[in-house]
Nanobody
Framework: QVQLVESGGGLVQPGGSLRLSCAGS????????MGWFRQAPGKMREFVAA????????SYADSVKGRFTISRDNPKNTVYLQMNSLRPEDTAVYYC?????????????????????WGQGTQVTVSS
């Protein structure tokens, strides 16, 4: 059974930091692009960040550029999202995803958001 399991969410004050992790199991994610989406209450799910398999390519939503950094450890089948200078508007459930399509045509970089695999999500709350 293929699984993506997120961890690292929680409650943090504005200006604080969190590091999310997403560990894949059940198969090797060789060649897969991986990334993060988020969904705030009452809003649509939105793209946050993504990274290609060879980690040469990364993409970020404009709202998180300069504050969030995505990275991956391929031998561990794990992708990370370092989130700094957090704002209340970053409050959301964060979902990890993986996609086998070529990076430039993947669910992270194209209009089609049909990723191959999704995690269950981890809550991030930014509040004083």
């Amino acid at each position: 059974q293929v699984q993506l399991v997120e961890s690292g969410g929680g409650l943090v004050q504005p200006g604080g930091s969190l590091r999310l992790s997403c560990a894949g199991s059940g198969r090797a994610f060789s060649g897969y692009a991986m990334g993060w989406f988020r969904q705030a209450p009452g809003k649509m799910r939105e793209f946050v960040a993504a990274i290609s398999w060879n980690p040469d390519h990364t993409s970020y939503a404009d709202s998180v550029k300069g504050r969030f950094t995505i990275s991956r450890d391929n031998p561990k089948n794990t992708v990370y999202l370092q989130m700094n200078s957090l704002r209340p508007e970053d409050t959301a459930v964060y979902y990890c995803a993986a996609d086998s399509k070529y990076y430039s045509h993947s669910c992270f970089t194209s209009v089609d958001r049909s990723c191959d695999y999704w995690g269950q999500g981890t809550q991030v709350t930014v509040s004083s």
